[in-house]
Structures are given as C-alpha cells and as structure tokens.
C-alpha cells in the first residue's frame, strides 16, 4: 500500500460492503433452505455474529501492527517463508473468491439476459475495465466505489422491498420445529457471503485516518450487509417457500419474477433487479481484483499495481471459465467457503495468539 | 497520440460490443400470447406434407401445442381491417413439447418468445392423465412467466386460443384480463399461476384449476378442476363448492350470496360480502386432528326482491342472517365433502397441520390426502353482520 493513501473509516465502511455484497444474494437462500427449512433467515443472522468475532480477531491483529499491512506482518510473524506461504493461501483465497463470484454472476446474467452471448465474452467485458480503474492504485478504486454505491444500493433496496407484495406469511412457519439445530448447521454457509472484512482490515488498517473507530464502522459495515442479506432471504422464502427455494437454481431471481405491478410502468421486477445487481456486482469484482492485485504487488514488492492487474485478469477469466458446470461450481463453492472459514476462524485466531505471545517474551526480554 | 487513439478504438469497440450476439429485431419475435394443450386427434400424417409432426428420435405423436400470437398491422391497415382476426395460430404435434414449440419454427421466421405469455390451457383430456410432465418444459424456460395463468377447458385447448369473439382482442389476453373478475365473481378457482402449480406439485398438494369454457363468441371463467398431489385432474368442483374451498383456504375476496329472503320464501335476498374476517385452526386431540373455521362477514343487502319488506326491521335481518349464517356453512360444508370424497386437500389444510403440529405431521404426511384427510371432522362457526341494509337512493 502506498504510504501517502489515507482513507476514512467511512470509505473503510463503503468499501467493505461493496466488496462483500455480491453475487451471494443468488445462491444463498438455495444452500440455506437445504439445510434450515423455513428458518434459513436464522443463519444468516447468526452468521453476522460470527463474521463480527473474525472481523474483532483481525482487527485486533492488525492493531498490533499499525505501521504494516497484512502481507508484512505475516512475515514479520511466520518468518520469510512461513509468512510467505500464508500469503500466498490468502492470495489464492481472494482469487478464487473473485473467480467464483464472478462465474454465478455471468452464469446468472447468461441465463437471464444474455443468453447467446459466449461467457468468456461477458465475463472478459466485466473484468477488463477494472485494468483502467484500478491503473493508479486505491483512491481510484474507491473513488468508483463510491460513486456507483449510493444510487446503485437505493434503487436496490427499493426494488428488494417491492418484494414484500408477494410474500406469503405462512411460509415462514413453523418456527423450530426440527430444533435449532438446523439452523446452526446453516452457519457456515453464510460465510462466504460475509466473507470480506476479515481479510481487509488487516490490509488497510495501516492507511486508516482513525483506526480507533473502526470497530464502530465495522459494525455498521456488518449490520449493513446482514440487513440487506435477511431482507433477501425473508422475501425469496415468503415469496417461494423453504421446498420450492432449495429446488431452485438461483432462487431470489426466480422470486422476484413472481412479483408484478400489472398495470404499471414497473410491470415485472426482475428485469429491473437485475440491471441494479449488474452495478452491484461490478462494484464488488473491483475490489476483489483491486485487493488481490496488490497483495502480490506486495508480496514481489513491485511499484505499480497496474501490470499486475493486467496479468491477474486472464487468471481470473480462465479460473471463471475452468468448472464445466453448475454441480462443479457448487463444489468448488463449498472448498472456498471452508478455504475462508479456515482463515478467518483458525488462522487468524492463531496468528492473533502467536503476535501476542510473541510481544509478550518481547517485553519481557 | 498513442493514448488518444487506444481511446477512441475503445470508444469505437463499445458500439460493436453491445449485446452484438442477443440482438433479436422485434418484428422476428413470436410474441406467444397463449399456448394450448390438446392430445393429437388421430396420429396419422395430415395432408400430404404432414405439417404439424415434430421431428423427434423418440417418443409418440400424442400432444398438439398450440400458439397463439398477436397480429400486428401496420396503422393504416388497422382501419381498415378492424373487424379481422386479431390473433395468429400456430401449432405442432408431437411428445416432447419443446420438440413441438421448436418444429413451428420451421413455419414461421419469427421464433415463438414466451416473455409476455398470458395463459396456458389444458384440455380436459390432457389434464385427467396428468400435467407434471407437461409443465416440465414451462418451468425450466427461462423466458417463461411465473405468473402465467394455467387454465383446464372440457373441449378442445386449441379452440379456446382460435374462438372468434365478440371482442376485436387476442383472446389469451381476454382470458388473462377476465381472470381478474375473481374478485368479484369468486365461483371460479383463482390458484392458477405457473409458479403456484410448480409449487404445489412439488410440495406433493392437490390443487384447483378455473375451467374456461367458449361457446357462441362468448368465453366464460367457471368452477374449478381438482387435481391430485400427482397433478393428475380427478374431478370438479361446482360454483358454490369453490366458494366453499375458498372460505376454508381464506382466500375469498368478496363475493354475493343469495339465499330465500325470510320475508317472503319465494323472493330472494342478496348479500354482498364486502369485508371478513376467517381464522381456520387445526385442533390436536390424543393424536386426532381436527379443524375449525371461525368466520365474521360484513356486508351489505345487495338486492331485496320483497319489496313491502322493510331492509331495516331488526328481526327481518336477525332472520336474514341466520338465513346467510345457515347457507354459507353449507357452501363451506359442501366444498369440504367434496375435497374429502376426491381425497384431495385443495385448501391447503395439510399445510396448516404442518405449520401448527410439525411432530404430528411428520407421522401422518404420507398417508395424508388418501387416509387421514377424508376422515378429518370440520367444525364450522360462522357469523354475519349486515352493516349496510338500507337503500343507497
């Protein structure tokens, strides 16, 4: 990172919602339903619990180290090679994360707009602007962010709510009756759709203006973000109900294609929703390969984050290109969701305990 | 120079690139306004070229699909020929739908879009052995509507979609836009969406169809075919049975009841529902369930046909009431038996078992529509309140 980029914490706040706010609002009530029934908004609200106990592990890390980013102090921690290591599995967590967020997406667009359009030719179109914005590194990026997040995120919500027309209330019944054991079985399938803040703090903790406030805006960031997931969940299960949204390929589409204003210039929602996830997802794909890019630009302590990106780009095409199918994207989906859990719940935690341990026989030496 | 110039081909690159490969003029669309359902009359080839027949590897030459699509004309044409036909039909034979839908391609240049369908109609004939199969094809098309209305007809699905009537309109979207009188005419089944069926189907839950039925350039909505959790159409409903499912799946809008007015047998009295109240529970009793349905009408005498009768006479509506009172938990009583006696649970009682004794539910979910709903007691406990019995005018 820069040294001279500064950000505030509200651009911290923006940038971790739109990050993290993607293509899972696609597939999330379909993994939920399968294992909660008609409590599938349980988890997701659990889930925010959860992603909130990393994102206080990871911010508590990174506070030990206000002068460095992650992909340093990890070094500093593991050693050269150990610290090494790690940041090539947060690497390959992030790209992969972006490939497969990026392979709903365009499998979704294909199927409901697009549908003689070649992938490769979508997701080539999706990616190759981000060379261009990403070019003169953070501020850019943030600058994009920020300017399609607030009427990209209004239009949104107000579309999502129209949702509630259709919604049926008794498909939210019966409230535990297979006992909450299902529901936090659902946990850790959230993750990957909360998945975010965790791995950018320790990042951008260092460019922060006021790193004590973070925990108040990552809070809100967290709450934001859960708000809109269980408005989504609530509205495709009262919209379809637990069976119909766990046979579903991507549920919250096929809710909102139940959901017509006849009469009205608004007619269908679902072609509106999709033009406004479109925004939504762009702005997510930015961050993911913006954040990605510079972590290597890091880790090979290269000047510029634009040739990087230039070269990470084909990787991601041909990584979104690479699963033959709806079943291997799901599998994959599943090995990057566990990939994720595993760095924010077991290596973070550890890497936590060890810079503390590590301070400790510091001061006492 | 070299910026300005990567620039401007990128600029340039935009007007090649956008949505190039879906581009589809509007006048090569085949705005499928409605598709109807009909097992083929005779398997044998028509005519010389045997237009119709779908290629396909495998399979029967057994359902005829067909389209029925707008006719545009140009404006001036529209003056002058405003008392033509305003529909297109299009149709194929064969077993797999979509191998049918793809064989009127071959006739026209303008391929069949479903974005904008309105109805689909079954025959009769087609319903009694089933439609799961058949929807299939409609729910996973991804142009499809969800909120496409399904519709069972005793004739012929394709005449429904050919009928000239009264109307200079295509006859799916009168169908679709009369639909809406349910409102107020609730003698006919209103659970009629693609996504509903696709729903119930899957969930193993009988359901109702409306009947659409065509004769003398009239088209007219009634009763209701009953389908079982197999989707296979096994009897009917009559008018004020509906009504009676409908109370007992509360989802009645309004609606009128006649019945003898007290005054004077021979004459009638109408009621308007305008508002009600209905709460139907499920009672668990040493492992028997039975329901309830308590219920409060509101409304108003629509119509006194005794005219020396005076509307406001406290003990002439007190009998009134018992009169409605009495009729209306017949109708609900009826449309009940009826459910019982096909074995089919198109009130979505099972669902509330469900909902309110999951434990109990699970025991007896699949014994439900054949063993334990036929035997299921109703208790039934209505209330009528006329609001509004005076003359407007």
Known sequence: ?365 | MLKNFAGILLLVLTLFITGCWDRREIENRGYVLGVGIDHVESTEPKGQYDLDKAAQAAGRRKYKITFELPKFRKQEASKELSSGQSHLIWSAEGESLFAATRAVSAKVYFAPFFEDIQIIVFSEQVGKEGIRDILDFFQRDAEMRRRVKLLVTPGRAEEVLSAKLQVEEVNSMFIAKTMNSVSKYPHFSSETELGQVASFLRNHQSFTLPLVVVENKEVRLTKAAVFNNQGKMIGKLNELEVMGGKILRKNLQKGIVTVPNPANPSKLAVFEILEHSIKVDSLLVDNQINFVVKAVFIGTIAENMEPKQSAIDSSFLKKLEQELVDYISAIIRSGYRKQQLLHADVSELNSLVYRQHPHYWKQIKDRWDEEIFPTVPLEVDIKVNIARPVLMD
């Not at chain 1, 971790?16 to 294992?35: D, E, N, V, Y």
């Open chain 1, 1 to 365: 990172m820069n040294p001279s980029t500064r950000i505030t914490p509200l651009q911290f706040l923006v940038l971790t919602i739109s990050i993290t706010f993607g293509t899972s609002i696609l597939t999330l009530p379909r993994k939920l339903a399968k294992i909660a029934g008609e409590n599938m908004w349980m988890p997701v609200l659990l889930g925010a619990f959860v992603i909130y106990f990393s994102f206080r592990i990871s911010l508590q890390l990174a506070a030990l180290f206000p002068n460095y980013t992650s992909v340093a102090y990890h070094r500093l921690l593991l050693g050269n090679f150990g610290g090494t290591l790690l940041n090539i599995y947060l690497l390959t967590l992030m790209v992969l994360v972006t490939a497969l967020f990026l392979r709903l997406f365009v499998t979704a667009i294909k199927i409901y707009l697009l549908d003689l359009t070649p992938l490769i030719v979508v997701t080539s179109l999706l990616t190759l602007p981000v060379i261009y914005a990403a070019q003169y590194g953070l501020i850019p990026v943030l600058r994009l962010v920020q300017f399609i997040i607030l009427p990209a995120y209004s239009l949104f919500l107000a579309l999502i709510l129209l949702g509630f027309l259709s919604v049926k209330t008794t498909n939210y019944q019966p409230v535990l009756a297979e006992g909450i054991k299902p529901v936090l079985l659902g946990i850790p399938s959230t993750w990957m759709s909360y998945s975010g803040i965790e791995l950018l703090i320790g990042f951008l903790y260092s460019s922060i203006t006021r790193p004590k406030a973070l925990v108040k805006f990552g809070l809100a960031a967290i709450v934001i973000i859960a708000g809109l997931y269980l408005l989504i969940s609530l509205i495709t299960l009262g919209i379809l109900g637990a069976k119909n949204t766990m046979h579903i390929l991507v549920p919250t589409i096929m809710a909102y294609r139940s959901v017509e204003i006849p009469d009205t210039f608004v007619e269908r929602l679902d072609g509106y929703l999709m033009v406004i996830w479109i925004a939504i997802c762009f702005d997510a794909q930015i961050g993911w390969i913006y954040f990605s890019s510079a972590i290597i630009k890091q880790m090979f302590d290269v000047e510029y984050v634009r040739p990087i990106v230039a070269l990470l780009i084909p990787i991601i095409i041909y990584l979104v290109m690479l699963p033959p199918n709806i079943q291997a994207i799901d599998k994959l989906s599943s090995l990057v969701n566990l990939a994720g859990i595993v760095w924010g719940l077991i290596i973070l935690p550890l890497l936590l305990i060890l810079a503390l341990w590590k301070r400790k026989r510091n001061d006492e030496c």
